[in-house]
């Protein structure tokens, strides 16, 4: 159903059975996919893709021109997937042209209220940013990630799949997959050995990244000696595999 009250412009293009409520903007150059529940004061602008099944509440913002001063209004781009939640007041905001003009989100991800997502920023599937969480520009937050309250990311940094960001911690370097990171500035403080039981890790992978870990963090070695004695000891899993792989295309180093 769309409120009597909500705007569409012309140029939007809304799929079947959408959901609009009052008072919401919906501008041009937005396509949104079936399923998807808006519901009021909400404001989305273009241009921007949404995919199926998402959930916007009420004074959230998507689509708008990002706050980076660079900006002279090109033409860039939000991609939003499928089965998202968007709460109160979050914000997300399009692409610049410093880099592919392209913020991306994937599919099943939760936003909780006042959290923001800043131009160019890449977010994949299943991940969590809770209340008043902020990613700054050109962030990349893997797989099940989830990111704590009112925690901060500094931009270009690199958050691994199944990483944890403790609440009102800032980041300021990559922090590996798996690794649960705390502080100002964030360090690693253990690896998230309980979300990756909750999502069915192999208990052997689990060992091995465990003591990749360890000898990353605890052992005193260098980062290449670190990286070296990884690989010949459980190069073979490929949890490790990509733990090794993040860490060697680290551009803002790791967070230690």
């Not at 033409?75 to 692409?95: A, M, Q, S, Y």
């Not at 005193?220 to 060697?248: M, S, W």
């Amino acid at each position: 159903m769309i409120h009597p009250q909500a705007i569409i412009e012309p140029g939007a293009k809304v799929g079947n059975n959408v959901t609009i409520g009052p008072w919401t903007y919906i501008g041009n150059d937005v396509v949104i996919g079936d399923d998807c529940v808006i519901h009021s004061h909400v404001v989305i602008k273009g241009p921007t893709e949404i995919g199926k099944g998402n959930r916007v509440f009420q004074f959230a913002t998507l689509g708008e021109e990002c706050q980076d001063l660079k900006y002279n209004n090109e033409p860039t781009k939000l991609i939003i997937g499928d089965n998202n939640t968007f709460r109160e007041c979050c914000t997300v905001h399009r692409g610049t042209i410093q880099d592919e003009g392209i913020t991306r989100i994937g599919s099943n991800n939760l936003f909780m209220a006042y959290t923001h997502v800043a131009h160019d920023c890449v977010v994949g599937d299943n991940c969590i940013l809770a209340n008043n969480a902020s990613i700054a520009g050109h962030v990349h937050v893997g797989n099940h990630a989830i990111i704590g309250g009112m925690a901060g990311v500094h931009q270009f940094c690199k958050i691994g799949e199944h990483a944890f960001i403790a609440a009102t911690s800032t980041v300021l370097r990559d922090v590996p997959p798996y690794v649960m990171a705390s502080g100002n500035p964030a360090g690693p403080f253990g690896l998230n050995s309980e979300g990756l039981k909750r999502r069915g890790f192999d208990k052997d992978a689990i060992t091995a990244v465990k003591r990749s870990y360890r000898l990353l963090y605890r052992k005193g070695l260098t980062l290449d000696n670190a990286v070296e004695e990884i690989t010949t000891q459980y190069g073979q899993f490929p949890e490790v595999q990509r733990f090794l792989e993040f860490i060697k295309h680290s551009d803002r180093g790791l967070a230690r």
